[in-house]
């Protein structure tokens, strides 16, 4: 499909128990949210092969995510598409402003931190549910997981999300991460893959 840029991106924080337990957060009892816009996106293509790295702004990790298409006829809300993409975080910009109480944007919202691989159309939600997924450094897996390990699954967070946002057509949800996060250096190759799904890009 085309890859049309949507009006937000939601993200959901703390989706997976053992992210949550892994960077010593507490585990919330109802979803975390919070919001990207569309100016983030990094559409990894063929002929957009690279990733640039913020330079001066300590760690930037990645957070790999199952991403999901909002397709919004009236007030019916549906998922049309899917794919994976990563959202990346500051890590020591984040844990500062978490000590000091303060609100994560800027940790979370800077251009090319929410990178975003081909679409794929979406079948049913239960088989991309099951599908596994990983995320490969220099041909070391840091991160594989499955959207049936998510504490608030997509059929919820289509309900819930509306009591909160005004949500539109093709808007994107960032599903939340599973462990395994790290950092992104200067020349890493990265691999995003899922059966028959892949894509891959060097930091710069």
Same mark, same amino acid.
């Given at each position: 499909m ?7 991106i939601?993200?959901v924080?703390r989706?997976? /128990? ?6 010593? %957060? ?14 983030t996106?990094c559409?990894i ?5 690279t990733?640039e ?12 995510e199952l991403?999901?298409?909002?397709s919004r006829?009236?007030?019916?809300l549906?998922f049309?598409?899917f794919a994976?993409g990563?959202?990346?975080?500051? !890590?020591d910009? =984040? %844990?500062?402003?978490?000590k000091?109480g303060q ?5 979370k919202?800077f !251009?090319n931190?929410s990178?975003?691989?081909?679409w794929?159309t ?8 099951v !599908? ?5 450094? %220099?041909?070391?897996? !840091? =991160?594989?997981? =499955? ?13 819930? /999300?509306p009591?909160?946002f ?10 939340g991460?599973?462990e ?9 190759l990265?691999?995003?893959r ?7 890009f060097?930091?710069?």
């Amino acid at each position: 499909m085309e890859n049309l840029k949507p009006d937000k991106i939601m993200c959901v924080g703390r989706n997976y /128990l053992k992210h949550a337990i892994e960077l010593g %957060n507490e585990v919330p009892r109802e979803p975390l949210y919070f919001i990207k816009p569309a100016s983030t996106l990094c559409l990894i293509t063929d002929e957009q092969k690279t990733l640039e790295l913020p330079k001066t702004k300590g760690e930037v990790h990645h957070e790999l995510e199952l991403v999901l298409r909002i397709s919004r006829q009236g007030d019916q809300l549906s998922f049309s598409h899917f794919a994976f993409g990563l959202d990346l975080t500051l !890590r020591d910009l =984040q %844990n500062q402003m978490k000590k000091a109480g303060q609100p994560w944007e800027k940790a979370k919202v800077f !251009r090319n931190s929410s990178v975003l691989g081909p679409w794929m159309t979406m079948t049913t939600l239960a088989e991309v549910m099951v !599908r596994p997924f990983e995320l490969t450094v %220099n041909g070391q897996v !840091r =991160q594989k997981g =499955q959207g049936q390990d998510m504490s608030w699954k997509p059929d919820f967070l289509l309900e819930d /999300l509306p009591n909160w946002f005004p949500v539109c057509d093709g808007d994107l949800i960032y599903t939340g991460t599973p462990e395994g996060v790290g950092p992104l250096k200067l020349g890493d190759l990265v691999r995003v893959r899922s059966e028959d799904y892949s894509y891959s890009f060097e930091c710069s």
